[in-house]
């Protein structure tokens, strides 16, 4: 079922989000080589609960996994979500996607960027500029009337057309009073397809974006997303509301 919000709680909403917003800039400014992913962790965690709201991740259980037990998804190279924050070390030249999750006044906001540790290749620096145009070019497309899958097909043009591949496994969603709402976004489809988009939706776009193939595999841990080929992957994400039949994005400070 797909709610649609009240401005109250669009308003609960962009509180929650743009604490997650904050929160992403502040881990991105530390995410340098020599800095574990367990101390990333942690500037996000203090910084969360210091605005009086907590953790989303933290405890989220999905399938048979545990709970997760990070703050924050850290996932390096070719990890492309999920990965567990640890004592993993960050080292010049690879690119690591943070994705966090924040919960206040029992309302949910979420979004991820993807960013570069020292000096990367010319290769990883498109990879990760392509992926966050995705996310704009499929934003646009999240407007009253249009379908969902007018967003998913506008994602995968434009990545395919540029040499790379949007992941199948995983897809974007509602957002709100849970984590996970309907609609399921994908960034793949065909336009005209989906639910219709409607005024007072909040859903959360999230393009993942692989260098090679789009198949993936999980590793041990249950959680971590792993390009099936090993080649690197970047991933963007907005909390968005449809206001006055316009995407208006939550999560930016």
Known sequence: MIFIKSKNEIEKIRESAQIVAETLQLVKKHAQPGVTTFELDKIAEDYILSNDAMPAFKGYSQGSAAGFPGTICASI????????PGDRV???GEIISIDIGVIKNRYFGDAALTTAVGEISDEKQRLMDVTE???????????KDNHVGDISAAVQE??????????RALCGHGVGRKLHED??????GRRGTGSKIKNGMTIAIEPMVNAG????????????????DNLPSAHFEHTL?????????????
């Open 158 to 167: 434009y990545v395919e057309s540029q040499g790379f591949s949007v992941v």
């Open 213 to 228: 193939t789009y198949n993936v595999t999980v590793a041990k841990d249950g959680w971590t997303v792993i390009t099936a």
């Open 241 to 253: 509301a449809i206001i006055n039949g316009k995407p208006e994005i939550l999560s930016i400070c």
């Open 183 to 188: 609609p399921q976004i994908p960034n793949y």
């Open 90 to 92: 960050l080292l010049n």
């Open 77 to 84: 190279d070719q990890e492309i979500v999920h990965g567990i």
């Open 133 to 143: 145009k995705s996310l704009y070019i499929g934003i646009e497309q999240a407007k």
